[in-house]
């Protein structure tokens, strides 16, 4: 999730606030789901973690 803070001369977004940044994450190893695990991110299958700039709410946007 981001917000747009420009159109010209090419789009710019921003991640600035508490409530943007990523909301769901597949692992780029085996593509399981992470989960939040403290200020990062954990995959539960595989071990793998990473950081990423996250959303508040990640984990609890529902993407029909």
Known sequence: ???V???KPSLQ?????DH????RSLCSKCKT????KGDGLYCPECK????RKLAD???DVRLD
Do not use: P, W
């Not at 793998?48 to 950081?51: G, L």
């Open 57 to 59: 709410d990640y984990g």
């Open 20 to 23: 943007l940044g990523a909301i």
């Open 1 to 3: 999730r981001a917000k």
């Open 33 to 36: 789901e992470l989960v939040r």
């Open 48 to 51: 793998y973690s990473t950081s």
């Open 13 to 17: 977004l921003t991640t600035k606030d």
């Open 5 to 7: 803070t420009g159109i």
